[in-house]
C-alpha cells in the first residue's frame, strides 16, 4: 500500500511517499518566491500541478496530511497566519481528493511523532528533534547543509513528511 504524507504550510510542502514502510519518493515543494508565487492561487496551482505527477507516478492509496494548528500559543502564530494556512490546508487537501481520488486523513503533529516513537525533551524545540531522530534512524535520509553549517530549511518539512507517512502507514495497518 502506497501511502502520501504531507507536512503543509504556506512557504514549504514536505512531501513523502512510502511503500511496505520504506519511503519511495521525498521532496520539499517551495513555495516561497513571491515573484513565482505571489498568493495563495498560484501557490495552489502549483501544488495541483504536483498532485498530477503523484498521481501518474506514484497513485498513493491513502493520504495523511499533518492538521492544521487549532490554536494560539504564546510567541507562535498570529490569527492572520493561522486563518492563512488553515485555508490552504483545505486547498491543499481539496487537491489531493480531486487529483487523487483519495479523502486525506489528519494526523496531529504530535499523534503522529509518538506513532514513530520520538519524544520531544522539554525546553527542545520538535522540527529539529525530528529532523535529528531522522539522520539517525532513516538511511535514506539525507541533508544539505547552509554555508552557516545549517540544515536547509526544506529538510525540517521533508523530515515532518515523513514522520506523517510514518504515522499514517501505522494508522493504515491497524
Not at 512531501?15 to 492561487?41: C, G, H, Q
Request: net charge positive; charged share 25%.
Amino acid at each position: 500500500m502506497k501511502i502520501l504524507g504531507l507536512d503543509v504550510s504556506t512557504s514549504i510542502i514536505g512531501v513523502t511517499v512510502m511503500e511496505n514502510n520504506k519511503i519511495i519518493f521525498s521532496d520539499a515543494w517551495d513555495l516561497r518566491n513571491k515573484n513565482k508565487y505571489p498568493d495563495v492561487f498560484e501557490k495552489a496551482h502549483f501544488v495541483n500541478k504536483k498532485m498530477v505527477e503523484i498521481d501518474h507516478h506514484y497513485k498513493p492509496d491513502a493520504v495523511f496530511i499533518e492538521k492544521s494548528l487549532q490554536m494560539f500559543r504564546s510567541g507562535f502564530s498570529s490569527a492572520k497566519t493561522l486563518s492563512t494556512l488553515s485555508s490552504f490546508n483545505g486547498i491543499v487537501s481539496f487537491l489531493c481528493f480531486h487529483r487523487l481520488g483519495r479523502k486525506p486523513e489528519y494526523v496531529s503533529a504530535s499523534s503522529a511523532r509518538k506513532a514513530c516513537g520520538i519524544k520531544i525533551p522539554k525546553g527542545q524545540k520538535a522540527k529539529k528533534v525530528v529532523l535529528q531522530y531522522m539522520l539517525d534512524n532513516e538511511p535514506q535520509f539525507e541533508v544539505e547543509y547552509t554555508s552557516a553549517g545549517n540544515p536547509k530549511p526544506k529538510y525540517y518539512d521533508i523530515a515532518d513528511s515523513i514522520v506523517i507517512a510514518r504515522a499514517g502507514q501505522k494508522l493504515v495497518s491497524e
